[in-house]
């Protein structure tokens, strides 16, 4: 199946129902406004001379009208192209023009970043600014003016075109350029099917939220929503007391954010007051989650917590830890799996692997690797990169794990953040677990910095309140002894974070490393 055929899937079930609310302007759109707004989309871009398959880009914040233009490059048989606002110009500039972008879709609030684009991205040649006309690019009004709905060609095939490309999506770009992932209907429907299935059946009227980029796993979430006729509540940014606000106001039953929003809203003080009764499902993925956040979610939100894992190269639920699976643990009943992000869902193989090829047994570390139809294709125009990715046969994750006897994965670090001090191997999500069980510390990253003696030392950087370091490198030694223990910590008002929102660590080791050996 294609993108769009997900939506229309939602569509049809219920074509009044609404799809999309913009909690800003207070605009509803249903299904079927939204659908024929899409076709209208899609009819003006085949008679503005877009080429099948041609990649277009979205550049704005959340709103109801970039969810739109979303559903309409698909509908086109488009090709998206993500840009996080968040980036730096230069680095999406530079995105731009390696994926040789020649269509942007944009918001009036972005025209300073539009207009440096335009000097920057030779490739970048049609503009549409979605709000209002703007520096001689029409409206988006102005642009579907006069379309003729019923001209617009049947893209699909009897096997739901399959290879064709739903997008091509950067990878972080935290030790260099983003690669740019080439995803095909095949590993995006899979991606989609899976999930809807996973968050299916809790409610016969879902209202999902969304808070998180649309440009980044929101969008998929969306998606895999729409699909079961869920609507939309877009809101354009994260702030915990608005997102208190919009689940109490509209029944919100579905919502994803990163960890570190779930964080933030554990903290809110509005929190204590707020209705979240309606939650069936509060999806975390992005990067590990405090096992003790964890267990303190499920008593504020109830049994509605769950994991997914995955990544951008194989994309969002490689594994599943079910709602159900979190709560017994929080209740006491297996209460490791707090730390697991779940077990292989069915379209993927995974497997623990050491650096020479062999596949491990359970309970032993190594890289987690996957095979399966959630594998995205290649790195675009980057034959080398995808097959050094792909070796022994699998492909690699980057990510250090481990599986135990029932199946469950536990993602222990990143392979480059991992600290190797006087020759042992210390994980640092493990250290990040622990120290974040004290109620006192709010956030931690975890780094090795240069020591004479053994090589590294592990080093703890906190957001906390009313602690010291003292206490700090005590409760880590009782809980995971000497060795992993930091040796040092440090207190900051907020961690870095990259533009996807995880923790900047590569940033945070250059403080220490510039000059000497340089950890990636």
């Known amino acids: 199946m294609r993108a769009i055929d997900y939506f229309d899937r939602g569509h049809d079930r219920d074509p009044e129902r609404p799809c999309l609310i913009d909690a800003e302007s207070g605009e509803t759109l249903s299904f079927a406004q939204v659908g024929a707004l899409t076709r209208r989309i899609a009819v003006a871009l085949h008679a503005a001379g877009f080429r099948d398959q041609q990649p277009i880009a979205l550049y704005g914040p959340n709103s109801a009208i970039m969810m739109v233009a979303l559903l309409a490059i698909w509908r086109a048989n488009g090709q998206w192209v993500p840009v996080n606002t968040r980036n730096a110009i230069d680095a999406n500039a530079a995105y731009l023009d390696y994926v040789s972008c020649g269509w942007l879709f944009y918001h009036s609030s972005q025209t300073k970043d539009v207009a440096a684009l335009k000097a920057r991205v030779p490739s970048l040649s049609r503009f549409v600014c979605l709000d209002r006309a703007q520096d001689g690019d029409p409206s988006l009004d102005q642009f579907i003016a006069n379309c003729d709905v019923d001209s617009l060609p049947d893209f699909s095939d009897p096997f739901g075109k399959p290879d064709d490309i739903v997008g091509l999506f950067p990878t972080g770009g935290t030790t260099g350029p983003s690669k740019g992932v080439v995803v095909t209907n095949l590993g995006w429907g899979t991606m989609v099917e899976t999930l809807a299935a996973a968050v299916d059946g809790r409610t016969d009227t879902p209202v999902s939220l969304?808070?998180?980029?649309?440009?980044?796993?929101?969008?998929?979430?969306?998606?895999?929503?729409?699909?079961?006729?869920?609507?939309?509540?877009?809101?354009?940014?994260?702030?915990?007391?608005?997102?208190?606000?919009?689940?109490?106001?509209?029944?919100?039953?579905?919502?994803?954010?990163?960890?570190?929003?779930?964080?933030?809203?554990?903290?809110?003080?509005?929190?204590?007051?707020?209705?979240?009764?309606?939650?069936?499902?509060?999806?975390?993925?992005?990067?590990?989650?405090?096992?003790?956040?964890?267990?303190?979610?499920?008593?504020?939100?109830?049994?509605?917590?769950?994991?997914?894992?995955?990544?951008?190269?194989?994309?969002?639920?490689?594994?599943?830890?079910?709602?159900?699976?979190?709560?017994?643990?929080?209740?006491?009943?297996?209460?490791?799996?707090?730390?697991?992000?779940?077990?292989?869902?069915?379209?993927?193989?995974?497997?623990?692997?050491?650096?020479?090829?062999?596949?491990?047994?359970?309970?032993?570390?190594?890289?987690?690797?996957?095979?399966?139809?959630?594998?995205?294709?290649?790195?675009?125009?980057?034959?080398?990169?995808?097959?050094?990715?792909?070796?022994?046969?699998?492909?690699?994750?980057?990510?250090?794990?481990?599986?135990?006897?029932?199946?469950?994965?536990?993602?222990?670090?990143?392979?480059?953040?991992?600290?190797?001090?006087?020759?042992?191997?210390?994980?640092?999500?493990?250290?990040?677990?622990?120290?974040?069980?004290?109620?006192?510390?709010?956030?931690?990253?975890?780094?090795?910095?240069?020591?004479?003696?053994?090589?590294?030392?592990?080093?703890?950087?906190?957001?906390a309140d009313n602690i010291g370091e003292t206490e700090i490198i005590a409760h880590a030694k009782a809980r995971l002894g000497g060795v992993k223990a930091p040796k040092s910590v440090a207190f900051v008002p907020s961690i870095p974070r990259t533009a996807a929102g995880k923790m900047d660590k590569k940033a945070l080791r250059a403080a220490w490393w510039t000059g000497a050996r340089m950890v990636n």
Not at 379 to 391: F, H, K, N
């Open 210 to 463: 969304v808070v998180a980029p649309i440009t980044h796993a929101a969008g998929p979430v969306a998606l895999a929503t729409l699909s079961l006729g869920a609507a939309q509540v877009i809101l354009p940014g994260f702030d915990a007391a608005a997102v208190l606000d919009a689940i109490e106001r509209h029944g919100i039953t579905h919502v994803y954010m990163p960890p570190t929003a779930l964080y933030s809203l554990l903290d809110a003080p509005e929190l204590p007051d707020s209705d979240t009764k309606s939650l069936k499902i509060f999806l975390l993925v992005g990067s590990p989650v405090s096992p003790e956040k964890l267990r303190r979610a499920v008593q504020f939100f109830g049994p509605c917590l769950c994991q997914a894992y995955g990544q951008v190269e194989s994309p969002m639920i490689v594994t599943w830890l079910s709602p159900e699976d979190v709560a017994a643990a929080a209740a006491g009943d297996r209460p490791e799996r707090l730390a697991s992000c779940g077990r292989p869902t069915r379209p993927v193989t995974v497997a623990i692997m050491d650096e020479d090829g062999n596949l491990l047994p359970d309970g032993e570390t190594g890289e987690l690797v996957v095979r399966g139809v959630l594998v995205s294709r290649e790195y675009y125009e980057m034959p080398q990169a995808t097959a050094e990715i792909r070796t022994h046969g699998w492909h690699h994750t980057g990510d250090i794990a481990r599986c135990d006897a029932d199946g469950y994965l536990y993602i222990v670090d990143r392979k480059k953040d991992m600290v190797v001090s006087g020759g042992f191997n210390v994980f640092t999500a493990e250290v990040e677990a622990a120290l974040t069980e004290l109620p006192q510390v709010r956030e931690c990253a975890v780094i090795g910095i240069p020591h004479e003696k053994w090589g590294e030392a592990v080093h703890a950087i906190v957001v």
